[in-house]
């Protein structure tokens, strides 16, 4: 699957990953979190494109879950049905 960074997380939570780190979600989109977000809620924040569609996942205050944008299926195939809610 080809990912490509983009500058945009998303527009509104669509679902959550559980069981992740940071650094989980770092290797398997292969880049750190790219997006400029609200200091004052969210730590960490990626935007990206996988076959043309925009995607974004970030996590509210530094959590253990992250709340993701975009078709839940991109999700289960990059983390996995177990960590997808």
Do not use: H, Q
């Amino acid at each position: 699957m080809y990912i490509t960074p983009v500058f945009v997380s998303g527009n509104y939570k669509m679902g959550s990953l559980k069981n992740l780190t940071v650094e989980d979600v770092n290797r398997i989109l292969g880049f750190t979190a790219n997006c400029m977000d609200d200091p004052m809620k969210v730590k960490n924040s990626w935007g990206f494109k996988v076959r043309g569609i925009r995607c974004g996942i970030w996590d509210y205050k530094g959590g253990d879950r992250f709340s993701f944008f975009g078709p839940e299926e991109i999700m289960v195939e990059l983390f996995g049905e177990e960590n997808v809610e």
